[in-house]
T-cell receptor, first 114, second 113 residues
Framework: AQSVAQPEDQVNVAEGNPLTVKCTYSVSGNPYLFWYVQYPNRGLQFLLKYITGDNLVKGSYGFEAEFNKSQTSFHLKKPSALVSDSALYFCAVRRSGNTGKLIFGQGTTLQVKP | DGGITQSPKYLFRKEGQNVTLSCEQNLNHDAMYWYRQDPGQGLRLIYYSQIVNDFQKGDIAEGYSVSREKKESFPLTVTSAQKNPTAFYLC????????????FGPGTRLTVL
């Protein structure tokens, strides 16, 4: 079955420290992976995606993600967290086939404390 | 959120009433999607459309209907058959199906009174 798992409901970090939000996936074929961020009562904003190529993907607002095929993971990272990074983060994988449909994880709330 | 508008932002409905949520995009995207978001459940796909005059059911289509008469518009109707319609509804679009990134609108929060 195709699925995405975000094992942590919430991640707490201090401002200035590095952050990691975890994502693992299960999909047949080559995965297309995405990270989105959502602020309260807003739509999702696209951060970055992995389609092919370099395993380290750089995205918006200083975020990056590392694709690890052997561990079927796509963890989101940032070297130095900001209070303004506090939000809900979603990992998503495109389903097999050519429909463009995405499977979303449950979401991880990131809390950055000053 | 730029390029995709959803209206209204907040919507209240009495039980037994149908209600239509608007989604418009000016990005010239072929594909459009409707998702439902409930706390702790991520996003679930309701309907999607890859081209004008064509649409397919997603994972939770029961109690919902859509139309795609114009490329830029993909309205969602929540019917009285939807048992638990209170949720946050998100519309998205992408250039085409496949590997393209989906971009999201600001969402509509529907509350059934």
């Amino acid at each position: 079955a195709q699925s995405v798992a975000q094992p942590e409901d919430q991640v707490n970090v201090a401002e200035g420290n590095p952050l990691t939000v975890k994502c693992t996936y299960s999909v047949s074929g080559n995965p297309y992976l995405f990270w989105y961020v959502q602020y309260p009562n807003r739509g999702l904003q696209f951060l970055l995606k992995y389609i092919t190529g370099d395993n380290l993907v750089k995205g918006s607002y200083g975020f990056e993600a590392e694709f690890n095929k052997s561990q079927t993971s796509f963890h989101l990272k940032k070297p130095s967290a900001l209070v303004s990074d506090s939000a809900l983060y979603f990992c998503a994988v495109r389903r097999s086939g050519n429909t463009g449909k995405l499977i979303f994880g449950q979401g991880t709330t990131l809390q950055v404390k000053p | 959120d730029g390029g995709i508008t959803q209206s209204p932002k907040y919507l209240f409905r009495k039980e037994g009433q149908n209600v239509t949520l608007s989604c418009e995009q000016n990005l010239n995207h072929d594909a459009m999607y409707w998702y439902r978001q409930d706390p702790g459940q991520g996003l679930r796909l309701i309907y999607y459309s890859q081209i004008v005059n064509d649409f397919q059911k997603g994972d939770i289509a029961e109690g919902y209907s859509v139309s795609r008469e114009k490329k830029e518009s993909f309205p969602l109707t929540v019917t009285s058959a939807q048992k638990n319609p209170t949720a946050f509804y998100l519309c998205a679009s992408s250039i085409s199906r496949g590997r393209d990134t989906q971009y999201f609108g600001p969402g509509t929060r529907l509350t059934v009174l």
